[in-house]
C-alpha cells in the first residue's frame, strides 16, 4: 500500500519502506533461503551449479523459487484489495450533485 494508495501521494519515503521491508526479510529469511526473494535470483545460481557440478537433482526444488513469489504476490494484492477497495478505488457518492467535486 505504500506506493499505491492515493492517500500516500506526493510523499517521498517509499523507498526507506520497501528497503527496511527487504533488509528485515533478508535478516529473517536469508538463512533460509540465501535472501532470494525473486525468481531470477534463485533459478541462475541454482542452473550455473547444476551445470558445473553435472548434478541436475539439486533442481528439484526450483518450482519452490517461482511459486513461492508468486503465490506471496497474489495472496498480498487479494488483502490489498479487502482492506483499500473503497478508499482507493470507488468516488464518493453525493446525493446532491451540486455539491459534487467535479
Same mark, same amino acid.
Given at each position: @500500500?505504500?506506493? #499505491? $494508495?492515493?492517500?500516500? =501521494?506526493?510523499? $517521498?519515503?517509499? +523507498?526507506? @519502506? *520497501?528497503?527496511?521491508?527487504? %533488509? @528485515? !526479510?533478508? !535478516?529473517? !529469511? +536469508?538463512? *533460509?533461503?540465501?535472501? /532470494? !526473494?525473486?525468481?531470477?535470483?534463485? #533459478?541462475?545460481?541454482?542452473? /550455473? =551449479?547444476?551445470?558445473? /557440478?553435472?548434478? *541436475? ?5 526450483? &518450482?519452490?523459487? &517461482?511459486?513461492?513469489?508468486?503465490? +506471496? %504476490?497474489?495472496? @498480498?494484492? *487479494? /488483502?490489498?484489495?479487502? #482492506? ?11 446525493? =446532491?450533485? =451540486? #455539491?459534487?467535486?467535479?
Amino acid at each position: @500500500a505504500v506506493g #499505491t $494508495s492515493k492517500k500516500v =501521494d506526493g510523499n $517521498s519515503f517509499y +523507498g526507506l @519502506a *520497501i528497503g527496511f521491508t527487504v %533488509g @528485515a !526479510f533478508a !535478516f529473517a !529469511f +536469508g538463512a *533460509i533461503s540465501g535472501g /532470494v !526473494f525473486n525468481p531470477a535470483v534463485g #533459478t541462475g545460481p541454482l542452473l /550455473v =551449479d547444476a551445470i558445473n /557440478v553435472g548434478d *541436475i537433482s539439486q533442481l528439484k526444488w526450483i &518450482w519452490l523459487y &517461482w511459486l513461492a513469489p508468486m503465490a +506471496g %504476490g497474489f495472496v @498480498a494484492s *487479494i /488483502v490489498y484489495r479487502v #482492506t483499500h477497495y473503497h478508499a482507493d478505488y470507488h468516488e464518493p457518492e453525493y446525493k =446532491d450533485m =451540486d #455539491t459534487a467535486p467535479y
